[in-house]
């Protein structure tokens, strides 16, 4: 299976993690911590490598400041 190949159910779930308006299971909210956030401290939990499996396949659709937080963590937790 190539590792590029996500299903809707981890679309949805990444949507969920970056708080996107266009989740189904999104709620309105200002000010409100990126869910994501609590996942970043477990890379070797199934949420974690879920996340960055989503992530790596479709980072291009992220704004230039998310990228950038995610790409800087993500470094710092592989080297």
Known sequence: MDDRTITSDDAIF??????????PNHVPGFYRVKPYYKILDDPESNEFQRFIKV????????QEREQKILAIRYLVLKS
């Open 14 to 23: 990444f949507m969920d993690m970056v708080n996107s308006a266009r989740s």
């Open 55 to 62: 992530y790596n396949a479709s980072k291009h659709v992220l």
